[in-house]
T-cell receptor
Framework: DVKVTQSSRYLVKRTGEKVFLECVQD?????MFWYRQDPGLGLRLIYF???????EKGDIPEGYSVSREKKERFSLILESASTNQTSMYLC????????????FGNGTRLTVT | KQEVTQIPAALSVPEGENLVLNCSFT??????LQWFRQDPGKGLTSLLL?????REQTSGRLNASLDKSSGRSTLYIAASQPGDSATYLC??????????FGKGNQVVVIP
């Protein structure tokens, strides 16, 4: 079974802190994604990566950056956390083949105070 | 731009009834459609994946159909149980490896 692991289930950070959310997958998938999920807004794509060191902005990249130094790891960085970044963050991965399934991690519930 | 709609946003059914959840998408040029389940505060768990060339997929009490030409998929859950209470989301893969999600159907199965 594919495993996508997010390093933290819950995080509480202060406004202005730099925050790192880590995601690791164990199936050699090329594509990795970071979403945030908010009530009434559904899943919104922040960034995705289709290969090591490659990244593309999603629909809401402002205030975020990402890093993909190794194929299995995709990190989301909040440069200076703000209260409006309080959300559920979900990492996902899938192979590049268009007909392959998407696999999600368990999510990180981030609260910025 | 691909848009995915799931209506209604929330529904309740008595235990034992069959659940029917609908997902519609605007662009029929998809690679596949995937149904997920999400429990409160958790990630998404994959239920079924239907390739664009397929009409349906089955797993236990779950059956998903796909009608690409009309831009619709339906998830059937037979003989619903309280443990089926969750939010169900559909997602399509299209274009240059892009994904589009519906906002989900929040289901409550009443014992």
């Amino acid at each position: 079974d594919v495993k996508v692991t997010q390093s933290s289930r819950y995080l509480v950070k202060r406004t202005g802190e730099k925050v790192f959310l880590e995601c690791v997958q164990d199936m050699d998938h090329e594509n990795m994604f970071w979403y945030r999920q908010d009530p009434g807004l559904g899943l919104r794509l922040i960034y995705f990566s289709y290969d090591v060191k490659m990244k593309e902005k999603g629909d809401i990249p402002e205030g975020y950056s990402v890093s993909r130094e190794k194929k299995e790891r995709f990190s989301l960085i909040l440069e200076s956390a703000s209260t409006n970044q309080t959300s559920m963050y979900l990492c996902a991965s899938r192979p590049h083949r268009g007909n392959s399934p998407l696999h999600f991690g368990n999510g990180t519930r981030l609260t910025v105070t | 731009k691909q848009e995915v709609t799931q209506i209604p946003a929330a529904l309740s059914v008595p235990e034992g009834e069959n659940l029917v959840l609908n997902c519609s998408f605007t662009d029929s040029a998809i690679y596949n459609l995937q149904w997920f389940r999400q429990d409160p505060g958790k990630g998404l768990t994959s239920l079924l994946l239907i390739q664009s060339s397929q009409r349906e997929q089955t797993s236990g009490r779950l059956n998903a159909s796909l009608d690409k030409s009309s831009g619709r998929s339906t998830l059937y859950i037979a003989a619903s149980q309280p443990g089926d209470s969750a939010t169900y989301l559909c997602a399509v893969v299209y274009g240059n490896n892009r994904l589009a999600f519906g906002k989900g159907n929040q289901v409550v199965v009443i014992p």
